[in-house]
């Protein structure tokens, strides 16, 4: 009787939990399941007992890497890992998972318990803290890239030239292709020519193409790359590295719209959108003598001028994510995130490789990290050396942290001419938020 009534009130509180909680035995087959397992899975009890859990949550670790099969045979625990499961209805479900062993009287191990939590609100915030965050395919909260969101649609309608200048690795690329997508040309060829990797007779070749005959190996009419781009967009990456001959021939393009294949003896005409990158200053080459000032004023009817990460530390975090959610799903792994270390690390790096070196860094993290959690030692070795991480207290934002968001509130505020609710909608907070962020920095508006 009494075994009885310990059971009765141990169901009530196994179904009073808000969290799923499922029970296996060794063979994997699923021994109770609580009332919130039902309500997230879509599956009763009734149907869930008795079978598989891999048959029952269909997550995308059940047949390579089953954590609580690892539990049951390591002793180690799960806290918190990230995965998908299958509802009911097919539709993927994010849950967080948290396993440990169930032992008997005696201290034998008959299987193991599972807990979960849906984390569907949560990543439903996420993805709406992105979608204020990306804009195409890049992603920033900088403000001097928010700028840069903003007038991009009219620069993609322009159809005018545009000079993209940054350093190495700052994303110019993305931000060539994103322009092509919003443009009337988006249907047509986007084409990308990377002025810096081939010698200046292959270079001319592939630019404009060549008619058979026109060189001993030319035993057929070859397009070049602006032929491929007719009515579309080329991008010309590394502009600035092309020689003064190459200049010339470019010039010709950018100012009559007509160009001529090697060897032959009319001109084509190239409908042809240009948006060309260097991470060189072309103004200074021009001064230097080595880039024409005229294919430069050609090339900077519109000029976007990207900053290096070093001085987007607030994009950091965000990259991070994007990275390792994407080497996630190429390398079927479930790393959920990076220590506190090596966030606190990252944040204070320099990056002269700027966003594709921090890409390489997560790249080698998900070579060596076999857990959850990238950490230090999973970093590059040179790149760490001498890091010593920062005690708990001093892990306080940094004045520049709080100075950029006072910027950002600032900027915003004024976009909408002061208007708390409006601004606090683009900003992604509430406006009670907004308005204890104001009284915090000492902003008052108007």
Not at 35 to 64: F, M, P, W
Not at 208 to 222: E, H, L, M, R
Request: hydrophobic letters at 40%.
């Amino acid at each position: 009787m009494k075994a009885k009534k310990q059971e009765q009130i141990f169901n009530i509180i196994f179904d009073s939990i808000a969290d799923g909680v499922f029970t296996i035995n060794k063979d994997r087959v699923i021994t109770s399941f609580n009332r919130a397992a039902e309500k997230i899975i879509g599956i009763s009890r009734k149907e869930a007992i008795g079978h598989y859990c891999y048959d029952v949550l269909r997550a995308n670790i059940c047949q390579t890497s089953c954590a609580l099969e690892k539990t049951i045979k390591t002793g180690k625990q799960t806290i918190n890992l990230p995965v998908n499961v299958l509802n009911s209805e097919g539709k993927g479900v994010p849950i967080s998972i948290s396993t440990a062993i169930l032992r008997d009287e005696k201290g034998k191990i008959i299987g193991g318990v599972e807990t979960f939590r849906d984390l569907s609100a949560i990543e439903e915030l996420k993805k709406r803290l992105s979608r204020q965050s990306t804009f195409e395919d890049i992603i920033s909260t900088n403000h001097e890239i928010q700028k840069i969101f903003n007038i991009l649609p009219e620069i993609a309608e322009s159809d005018s030239t545009v000079l993209i200048q940054g350093p190495s690795g700052s994303g110019k690329e993305l931000f060539a292709k994103a322009i092509h997508n919003l443009s009337n040309r988006r249907k047509k060829p986007y084409i990308v020519v990377n002025c810096g990797s081939l010698p200046d007779t292959l270079l001319e070749s592939e630019l404009f193409g060549y008619v058979k005959g026109a060189f001993t190996d030319a035993k057929k009419d070859k397009p070049g790359r602006f032929a491929l781009a007719e009515g579309g967009t080329i991008f010309l990456d590394e502009v600035g590295s092309i020689s003064p001959a190459l200049q010339v021939r470019l010039l010709r393009v950018l100012q009559e719209r007509e160009y001529e294949p090697l060897g032959a003896t009319a001109l084509l005409k190239a409908d042809v959108r240009v948006v060309a990158a260097t991470n060189k200053n072309l103004a200074d080459l021009v001064k230097e003598g080595v880039f024409r000032d005229d294919l430069y004023y050609r090339l900077n009817v519109i000029k976007i001028e990207l900053p290096p990460l070093s001085q987007r530390w607030e994009d950091i975090p965000l990259l991070i994510e994007h990275f390792i959610r994407s080497f996630n799903y190429k390398k079927v792994k479930n790393i959920s995130g990076v220590s506190n270390d090596v966030l606190d690390f990252l944040m204070s790096y320099d990056f002269p490789g700027n966003i594709r070196e921090l890409e390489n860094i997560i790249e080698y993290a998900f070579v060596l990290c076999r857990g959850a959690v990238i950490e230090i030692e999973h970093l590059p070795k040179e790149l760490v050396k001498g890091f010593r991480p920062r005690s708990r207290e001093s892990k306080k934002l940094p004045n520049r942290f709080q100075k950029a968001e006072s910027e950002v509130i600032i900027e915003t505020l004024h976009k909408y001419k002061g208007h708390r609710a409006r601004a606090a909608e683009e900003l992604g907070i509430d406006k009670s938020t907004l308005w204890r962020k104001m009284k915090k920095f000492g902003i008052k508006y108007p």
